[in-house]
């Protein structure tokens, strides 16, 4: 068996906050392969945070803990600052939920896709220019030539998206983290984005990490699922077997949700026990 | 979640707010310069409200005999060019220093909030008349407007006041406008649209509580300048008159004696200068603690 | 018979002097009692409708009736008392320096309806939240609570109508459960009739009686929740919008 792309084992992050600490997240483990990994939960769940103390870029008040955080053979706690800054792009990406926060607004989509892929890689402009052409015509935007010339701004949420995709991607990632990526969209045009993703982490053969409060999406987009909840990692299954979890948290996640193919009266409403904050883990 | 047990909350409308004080009150408490501000401001307030008990000599009496005299025993701050006790008249002319600076910002701050209100809510023609007036008093340099108005008055310490809240609200309306057209278009303020509402009671009962923290804050940082106006203009002999002992007329008669004696110069100006920063921490702490969006 | 509450004939909503039009033409009716549903992506115009009927925006070409009649220029407090509106962000609709007494106590003063303690208990038993919860401030409270509070300020006026503008899109799965039972509970109790705008369709679906589809401010077509369902559709964006919303676990 080769080696695991990235190893959590035991990850706390505690928050202090001027009146008191809160336990974000709480002995979170999991090893991540060459696969597709969807980490589900509720708002507070501490889905988020696991993936930016992967990223180390925790706010400043958090306090990370772990008996391991790795990323190949690179211990991630250890890591200097410097070390951080050369993995963060080029060995691990992020995708974020919106990408009008995270594209500069006043330099054109190419020459930024084009600069990611200069900041990695020592190549003349024109070159990094080819790249990137060829990189958004392989998130199938139409005219690269032209969405290259434009500003963020021009363009819709979905091609943003797709845009900042392309621009996480090039430098070859091998492990992608994406929060919450389609949520800001529509549900037609979640597909379209979902789709590029999943040619592109085939493609390059990066291991992908989809955080998301979407148990459908999840299901349908990833091989393996982490449910979590209040900091906790309630189950761990494949994703084709999320119909059959076994945890009462999932389950009662799953039918909180409105079904097309089932209608009710009235939602089931998920009763919350204490021992899932603290009790002992399947 | 920030949200609480039911049985564990307040009880009554009073207990709400008071928890909502400690909390604010706390929120300023750890902010370090602030109370430093605020200390500084509780000794010059003390020392301006409780000046009669704690002067040493009469103001106004003279005694050339022991002019310019430097820090002694009888004279802590030394004396002024007619032999006046310094440490006496400063504690009297900070009475003058913030009777002015208060009285032009309870007299600015409602002007330009209700300005910047009705601009920002009516918009239109209504917000382009306001703004323009704002803007023509906005171009003129504070000192210069303030020096034309008790030019044209004559000068008076409540001239002076009237002159530099003048200078003052044209600011505050532009931050009350700002504030009213962001909060207008939020969801809270369309629903007490949709209970009916007159434009008048949201103003007041709605936008206003949104906006008044922050007109707070600036008013406070405003002092500084306020304090320095008023300096200015006594400086220039447009303020208070002598003999009156405002901080700036004091060091205006000081400043021929400068380079030989020092000190009458120095003690009005470091005067000026503390209760300026004083001001200027607390209104940065306030802009902290008060601003929603810090919440 | 029929009886129908609202009604909207050629409905036509521009922006910017008629540079942008973002309904075009739009016509439903809906009955007493009934739950009727606006769906489309972003865009699409359907909250734009809702604002326009609720009567925060009244520049609006064709006509919206009320009980049969239509709906003036300037509003009545007794039109705003007739229709109510919910919000979408839970956040962003709650006054952040105002305590819920005094969220629930100004439209009953301003509606002159007096009465004041007794509707404000009355309507936070009926919105599952105690008396308790009074003194609290937006802040003290979480997502699912303020939206209670919300559509508590919506019902203490006793509206006719609920006009409902995502009312759950902000929240978790497992509180969406807990304001949709809510919501279908109060309509149940109340007889109120609702106007829902979404972009979920299983939402729209779960409380909705008929559903009008939606896409570059026209309605597309009318649909039943059961056709919906059955995928008994006739317009090809309906399918495309209905094969992207369809679930992926299968229990």
């Not at chain 2, 209970?195 to 940082?221: D, E």
């Not at chain 2, 009005?268 to 209104?283: E, R």
Request: net charge neutral; aromatic share 6%.
């Amino acid at each position: 068996m080769t080696d695991p792309v990235l190893t959590v084992e035991n990850l706390n992050i505690h928050f202090h906050g001027s009146a008191r600490t809160t336990h974000a997240v709480r002995g979170v483990s999991f090893t991540l392969g060459h696969e597709k990994l969807g980490i589900v939960g509720e708002s507070g769940s501490g889905k988020s945070q696991t993936g930016r103390a992967i990223m180390r870029l925790s706010p400043p008040s958090a306090r990370i803990t772990a008996d391991a955080l790795r990323f190949g053979r690179t211990n991630l706690l250890a890591a200097s600052e410097k070390q951080m800054r050369a993995i963060r792009g080029s060995e691990i990406a992020m995708i974020l939920q919106d990408p009008k926060f995270s594209l500069n607004p006043l330099m054109t989509v190419g020459k930024q896709i084009a600069e990611a892929y200069r900041t990695h890689h020592r190549v003349s402009k024109a070159e990094a220019k080819e790249r990137a052409l060829a990189m958004l015509e392989s998130v199938h935007i139409r005219d690269p030539k032209r969405v290259y010339d434009i500003l963020p701004h021009e363009v819709s949420g979905g091609m943003g998206q797709r845009i900042m995709i392309a621009m996480m991607l090039i430098p070859e990632p091998k492990l992608i983290i994406a929060d919450e990526p389609t949520s800001a969209l529509d549900v037609t045009v979640r597909r379209q984005v979902l789709s590029v993703l999943d040619e592109l982490v085939d493609r390059t053969g990066a291991s992908l990490i989809f955080i998301s409060h979407d148990l459908n999406l999840v299901a349908d987009f990833c091989d393996r699922v982490l449910v979590m909840y209040a900091g906790r990692v309630m189950e761990d299954l494949p994703a084709r077997d999320l119909g059959r979890a076994n945890h009462p948290y999932t389950r009662a996640l799953l039918e909180s949700l409105p079904r097309l193919d089932q209608p009710r009266a009235e939602l089931p409403v998920i009763r919350r026990d204490d021992t899932w904050r603290t009790g002992a883990l399947a | 979640m920030t949200a609480i047990p039911a049985t564990l909350g307040p009880r009554t409308p009073a207990e709400a707010r008071m928890q909502q004080l400690r909390i604010t009150v706390s929120k300023l408490r750890r902010n370090g310069s602030a109370m430093l501000g605020l200390i500084l401001l509780v000794i010059i307030f003390g020392a301006a409200i409780f000046a009669p008990w704690l002067s040493t000599h009469d103001i106004y009496a003279q005694d050339l005999t022991n002019r310019l005299a430097r820090p002694s025993a009888a004279n802590w701050l030394g004396t002024d060019e007619l032999g006046r006790d310094i440490y006496s008249r400063l504690l009297h002319g900070g009475r003058i220093t913030l009777y002015i600076a208060c009285l032009t910002a309870v007299i600015s701050a409602p002007i330009g909030l209700v300005v910047g209100m009705v601009s920002g809510w009516f918009g239109g023609w209504v917000d382009v008349v306001l703004m323009r007036v704002t803007e023509i008093f906005l171009a003129f340099p504070s000192l210069i407007l303030a020096l034309a108005f008790v030019a044209a008055l004559g000068p008076s310490i409540e001239n002076a006041i009237i002159a530099i809240s003048l200078a003052t609200w044209p600011p505050i309306a532009r931050l009350a406008r700002a504030e009213t057209m962001m909060v207008r278009r939020s969801d809270y303020i369309a629903a007490v649209r949709l209970q009916g509402a007159s434009a008048w009671r949201i103003m007041v009962g709605h936008i206003a509580p949104m906006c008044v923290p922050s007109v707070i804050a600036r008013v406070t940082l405003n002092m500084a300048s306020i304090i320095l106006s008023a300096a200015g203009l006594g400086f220039l002999g447009l303020g208070a008159q002598p003999p009156s002992p405002e901080w700036g007329a004091m060091l205006s008669s000081a400043r021929q004696f400068i380079l030989s004696n020092g000190h009458v110069a120095a003690a009005p100006g470091i005067a000026i200068l503390i209760t300026s920063i004083a001001f200027n921490l607390v209104g940065d702490g306030l802009r902290d603690v008060l601003d929603p969006r810090h919440d | 018979m029929r009886d129908t509450v609202l009604e909207a004939v050629d409905l036509t909503i521009s922006f910017n002097d008629g540079a942008v039009t973002a309904v075009k033409g739009a016509k439903f009716r809906i009955e007493r009692g009934e739950s009727y549903g606006l769906i489309g992506e972003s865009g699409c115009g359907k909250s734009t409708i809702l604002r326009a009927v609720a009567g925060l925006n009244t520049d609006y070409d064709g006509s919206i009736l009320f009980e049969g009649r239509e709906l003036p220029e300037r509003r009545r407090k007794e039109h705003f008392r007739a229709m109510q509106m919910v919000f979408q962000d839970p956040y962003g609709s709650l006054h952040p320096r105002k305590m819920v007494q005094a969220v629930l106590a100004e439209p009953v003063r301003l509606m002159g309806l007096g009465d004041e303690q007794r509707r404000i208990d009355e309507v936070l038993r009926n919105v599952g939240l105690g008396p308790e919860f009074r003194f609290r401030y937006p802040h003290e409270l979480s997502g699912g609570q303020r939206q209670r509070i919300a559509i508590a300020r919506a019902l203490i006026v006793e509206p006719k109508v609920l006009l409902l503008d995502e009312p759950t899109s902000a929240l978790d799965v497992s509180v969406q459960a807990e304001i949709l039972n809510l919501l279908t509970r109060l309509r149940r109790e109340l007889g109120l009739t609702y106007l829902m705008v979404s972009h979920d369709i299983a939402v729209i679906a779960h409380m909705c009686d008929r559903v009008a589809i939606m896409q570059h401010g026209r309605i597309l077509e009318e649909i039943t929740a059961p056709d919906v369902r059955a995928g008994r559709v006739a317009e090809d964006y309906t399918r495309e919008f209905l094969a992207a919303s369809a679930p992926a676990i299968t229990a």
